[in-house]
């Protein structure tokens, strides 16, 4: 196997991680954390560290094992992992991708002029996922043959004012608000129902220690729609998510892009929020975060994309360091970027976070 990028060692520690996120004092070490990694990332991982050798691709269970590989190597303590079934068709624009792993397909955005559900007719011939037929194959077997050092994080749901934007469109959703609310509050509700019954029954494993909400809901200098339709259409879902979680006694952490500034006393006091992800710069940076939110729930990630893609590796391991000093101690930190890592994303800048990560004292 090629040398290991890392200088240090780590041995997955799930319940360390989870004191970590529940901030009970400085952690033993730094825990990292991501969104997802792009799977053009983790093809790169594998092919350049070997890390499927052992492994038969005909194995049914493939996928899986390789997963765990790729979680262990780079030192996360945990797998995201959700219920199968649930695609749901909307708009996408295709071009060029120009990344350096590059998609062979296309980079795909969402259509922000209309979606796929514009008027009650197309709501009701959606495809909506049929919750009979949603199977939770993956979490079976990662239950039964996860590492005893690793759990689940049970994701990505909650995805309530992302539906509204993909499923209607950006534009159409800012009109329907306006013109015809009671369709947007039937797309409200109908999500809701179902990722109520998704995250009950992820909540029915035991190694599943967190769930993951994902719902992007800003931009940079606000959220996608105003603080009072949020309060509506968007907020009161993820509130019931982690009423379920933490009836359960698990976490319940969030991951939203964009400027919050206007709701975040509500996904703190009223949500009730474990953990917020998704950081950048030119918003606020995860040290600022910390100073002024640390002490109400954790800060999670936040090394800046565009900073990882531009920067030096000497500075990146500085910021990292930097980041570190201020936001580790008392736990309630883990380390990772902005976003997600993404294909464009030099890996050798990932790697180089991660490995600042692990040296630091």
Known sequence: MPKSPFSQPITPDWE??????TRQGRPARVHSIELF???????????????????????????????IAIQRFLGYDYVVCGLEGLDMPIHHVITDDTAQLKRSGGRAFVDQHTGPITSWDEFEKYPWPDLEQVTARSLEWYQQNLPDDMCIIGGLTGHFAEN???LMGYETLCYKLYDEPELVQ?????????????????????????????????????TLISPKAMRQYVLPGHKALAALAHAAGRVYILHSCGNLDAIIEDLITDVQIDG?????????????????????????????????????????????????DVCQPGGGYCLGTGNS?????????????????????
Request: overall charge neutral.
């Open 164 to 166: 509204l934007s993909w």
């Open 341 to 361: 890592v993404t294909n464009y994303i030099p890996l050798d800048r990932y790697l180089a976070m991660l490995d600042e990560g692990r040296n630091f004292v």
């Open 186 to 222: 039937a797309i409200y509700e109908r999500s809701l129902a179902m990722y109520r019954v998704v995250t009950q029954r992820m909540l029915t494993y035991d190694r599943v220690r967190v769930i993951w909400g994902s719902d992007d809901m800003g931009f940079r200098s606000g």
């Open 276 to 324: 917020k992800h998704s950081y950048e710069d030119a918003i606020i940076d995860p040290r600022a975060a910390r100073r002024r939110w640390g002490e109400r729930f954790a800060i999670l990630g936040g090394i800046d994309v565009d900073f990882l893609c531009r920067s030096s590796e000497s500075a990146l391991r500085q910021r990292v360091r930097e980041t570190l």
């Open 37 to 67: 990694l792009d799977g053009e990332v983790k093809d790169a991982v594998c092919a350049r560290f070997d890390l499927t050798a052992a492994l038969n691709p005909d194995d049914p269970w493939y996928a899986h094992k390789r997963e």
């Open 16 to 21: 360390g991680f989870l004191q970590c996120l």
